[in-house]
């Protein structure tokens, strides 16, 4: 291939197609929710988790968002292990999905991954085009 105005070779960047995957793309590729059991069953006790560097891609101009993700739960029998939320929380930044969408998505593998006695999702993203958005979504187990 050449440049039209040199015709000198142009170099070829290589893509991700020959290129190996990298270690982190892989374990957010093969990542799930994990939990593990909760060592105080019976107990009432909030869990607040703070996930400042989340991002997904806008459904309608791809452009990128991003947000913090605040969780806050009291557990059940289960409680959601840390590296694989952070994981599952990196799975999004490729995605093209609404601010709404993502917060109840979130809330809705949460709740099948652990199933908490309560839990809120906050999506607070950051503004663009002088637009400022906070989804909120909870469930509280019947």
Same mark, same amino acid.
């Given at each position: ?10 170099? $070829? ?9 990298? %270690? ?9 929710? /994990? ?9 009432? %006790?909030? /869990? ?14 791809? %452009?990128?968002?991003?947000?913090? /993700?605040? $969780?806050? %739960? ?59 958005? $906070? ?8």
């Amino acid at each position: 291939m050449t440049h039209p105005s040199t015709e000198q070779p142009l170099a $070829v960047a290589e893509t991700n197609s020959t290129q190996e995957i990298k %270690y982190g793309e892989r374990e957010i590729q093969a990542g799930r929710l /994990i939990t593990f059991p909760n060592p105080r069953i019976g107990r009432r %006790y909030h /869990i607040n988790i703070t996930l400042p560097e989340f991002t997904c891609k806008c459904p309608f101009s791809g %452009y990128p968002d991003f947000a913090t /993700i605040d $969780v806050t %739960y009291i557990p059940d029998q289960r409680v959601v292990e840390l590296k694989a939320l952070k994981l599952y929380i990196n799975s999004y930044r490729d995605r093209y999905i609404s601010h709404e969408e993502s917060a109840n998505q979130i809330l809705d593998d949460l709740i099948a991954a652990c199933d908490p006695l309560e839990i809120t999702v906050k999506a607070d993203f950051t503004p663009r085009g002088n637009v400022h958005t $906070v989804i909120e979504a909870t469930h509280t187990k019947s």
